[in-house]
């Protein structure tokens, strides 16, 4: 497994915001794609976000318009900017490299993170 750190969850009021980081090394030199994904206490996993190596850029209907998803490929960072924050956004945030446009499937999908916490009360 590669360690990767994601940073930047906590708690927040209803309506606030907060910005995400997954900092993945070597993500970007290996052609990954990013996925976000949120489990919250008692569900499933979601879907959340995805960010390709072409920047392509794709959201779940539940965030679009409220959360965007950037990269700083120089950094291996991807970020999460999170607005308007809901009760229902409350989860445990994680990413995920992702092989898919040519993308090394030994190394992006190899990634081993702890997540980020995001509590938002109403």
């Known amino acids: 497994q590669v360690h990767l750190v994601e940073s930047g969850g906590g708690s927040v009021q209803a309506g606030g915001s907060l910005r995400l980081s997954c900092t993945a090394p070597?993500?970007?030199?290996?052609?990954?794609?990013i996925d976000w994904y949120r489990q919250a206490a008692g569900n499933q996993r979601e879907w959340v976000s995805s960010i390709t190596v072409y920047d392509t850029t794709t959201y779940a209907d539940s965030v679009k318009g409220r959360f965007t998803i950037s990269k700083d490929k120089a950094k291996d960072t991807v970020y999460l900017q999170m607005n308007n924050l809901k009760p229902e956004d409350t989860a445990m945030y994680s990413c995920?490299?992702?092989?898919?446009?040519?993308?090394?499937?030994?190394?992006?999908?190899?990634?081993w993170g702890q997540g980020t916490q995001v509590t938002v009360s109403s």
């Open positions: 995920k490299p992702t092989a898919r446009y040519g993308g090394s499937p030994f190394y992006c999908n190899n990634y």
């Open positions: 070597g993500f970007t030199s290996s052609r990954c794609d």
